[in-house]
């Protein structure tokens, strides 16, 4: 018999309850293990776009905590990264790239594209054939607008000013950049999927700070260009949007995008959470703090998602990723209450 992979089919409508449970950014620097191998790795990019260690840190968590779903190690930046442009990684600054100037579009490098992602590629292929047959691999990118303002300001700022600005500024030319990274992002996807990826994710960061006309237009379409790019290829493949912040307007963004499933942020209530349920898949949302603290406000958090979306089709998970200095004994708490599923 085939291993049932929970995170599929929730994802496909169905309810199972306890529900199936990861965390966004799960490999990472809350992690000794993930610490020693980023040091033996050296940079950041090297971790990413060395197959031996980013297979390695991918599956860290699913050894220590089992859980259902584990995601690719990579990073969102990648796709700039292999269209030629510049990137770094500096300790205490994060990404910084040369900022993109309107005239630079036309110069991206998109011969290069895939021959740049293959060491990707190559982790994915490992990944599924290491995982255990039962637990979902996710693939994922960025979404077009939230890769698009670390072009465009050269760093991650906390309002993306210069790119709301250049938006305002440069209309056709943001529209150009949004084009060309949702179709060479849909491919990338695409490349995951042939290679292994059970489902995917598109992380829409910066979502949050744009108006609603802006939000339709540098948002919304844009993944749904990407959607439909993907569906092209593999019409049944699970893809979950994210659009960190989005509010009340995220009452809208399944529909607007053609996602499967709504990745819900810590601030969306569980009563709106509930609507966007009635019409599908709901992935979260517990505030990341949480972890950290631990204690009560760790099993009040889980208690309420369980109580509130448990009936319902619910991939659990964190509101955002989870914090480098969230103590592992908390993550365990948390899956173990999760798991115990009596809650409801």
Request: one cysteine or more.
């Amino acid at each position: 018999m085939t291993a049932r992979r929970t995170v599929i089919d929730v994802l496909k409508g169905e309810t199972v309850f306890p529900p199936p449970v990861w965390m966004m950014r799960q490999a990472g620097r809350y992690l000794p293990e993930y610490r020693a191998t980023r040091q033996r790795a050296g940079g950041f990019l090297d971790l990413c776009y060395n197959p031996d260690f980013a297979v390695e840190v991918t599956l860290q968590p699913i050894h220590r905590f089992g859980f259902d779903a584990a995601i690719l190690f990579s990073d969102i930046l990648v796709v700039p990264h292999a269209l030629g442009r510049d990137l770094r990684f500096e300790e205490g600054h994060g990404p910084l790239m040369t900022p993109i100037e309107p005239t630079g579009i036309e110069q991206l490098d998109e011969a290069m594209f895939h021959v740049n992602l293959q060491p990707v590629y190559e982790t994915v292929r490992r990944l599924r054939a290491e995982l255990p047959a039962e637990t979902t691999l996710l693939g994922f990118c960025g979404a077009p607008w939230t890769v698009a303002t670390y072009m465009i300001a050269g760093r991650g700022t906390s309002d993306q000013a210069p790119a709301r600005l250049f938006a305002y500024r440069h209309p056709e030319a943001l529209a150009k950049l949004l084009d060309r990274l949702a179709d060479h992002s849909a491919d990338y996807l695409i490349r995951q999927v042939e290679a292994g990826a059970d489902a995917v994710q598109i992380f829409d960061s910066w979502a949050g700070v744009l108006d609603e006309a802006s939000f339709d237009a540098f948002c919304a379409a844009p993944v749904a260009r990407m959607v439909k790019r993907v569906r092209t290829a593999f019409p049944d493949v699970p893809i979950i949007g994210f659009p960190r912040g989005a509010g009340s307007l995220y009452d809208s963004y399944r529909a607007a995008t053609g996602v499967t499933a709504l990745g819900l942020d810590w601030s969306v209530p569980l009563s709106q959470a509930k609507r966007l349920q009635q019409s599908g898949t709901v992935q979260g949302n517990l505030d990341p703090l949480r972890v950290v603290a631990g204690g009560r406000a760790l099993d009040e958090g889980v208690d309420a998602i369980l109580a509130g979306l448990g009936g319902g089709p619910l991939i659990f998970n964190l509101g955002h990723g989870i914090t480098p200095d969230a103590p592992v004994e908390n993550v365990e708490r948390m899956i173990a209450r999760v798991r115990a599923g009596s809650h409801r």
